[in-house]
């Protein structure tokens, strides 16, 4: 039983334009969420988190945005560009738990 | 700056054959953990140590073993392969209180035969 849901396994958008990325979870106890990013052949990076107390968290180009009530955030890149191509995971902590849970991943391509 | 170093890169395995993936970090992080990445399945945690000597199942621990007599050491054992197992392994660490980002190794590519 998935409890953290990315839903559309890829994106294409253009350089310059924005990247949307949506995530859904069903767990009501998670409490921080987190974004990484992921390169073929490279272990996954750390982008972006964003604490359950907060609505919103920027960080350059990347701004994660957290609905408590509908359970689900969505990360933004503006503008995209080619080198943000990769896969994207968004994972999920429950207060007092050290398991970090994962979503599937969702590959984004940025176009020249 | 190593950061955290896994060895081997890759591995094929035959059915029944056990081996072990080394993990180690130099940043003195209390917290490390092993993910497997399979397609379509994201990564999911297989054993996690909060500190030496310390260790708890994941997700997903059937078929592996863990143990951290040091800070730096973190391995995974594979008893007796199975070709379930056939997957991408990452190891990965953290310092702080939870919720502190993880910074993971290159990952080890495993084949099971």
Known sequence: DQQVKQ???????????????????????????????????????FLISISSIKDKNEDGRFTVFLNKSAKHLSLHIVPSQPGDSA?????????????????????????? | NAGVTQTPKFQVLKTGQSMTLQCAQDMNHEYMSWYRQDPGMGLRLIHYSVGAGITDQGEVPNGYNVSRSTTEDFPLRLLSAAPSQTSVYFCASRSGQVGEKLFFGSGTQLSVL
């Open chain 1, 7 to 45: 839903n559309s396994p890829s994106l294409s958008v253009q350089e310059g334009r924005i990247s949307i990325l949506n995530c859904d979870y069903t767990n009501s106890m998670f409490d921080y969420f987190l974004w990484y990013k992921k390169y073929p052949a490279e272990g996954p990076t």
């Open chain 1, 87 to 112: 896969v994207y995971f968004c994972a999920a902590l429950q207060g007092g738990s050290e398991k970090l849970v994962f979503g599937k991943g969702m590959k984004l391509t940025v176009n020249p």
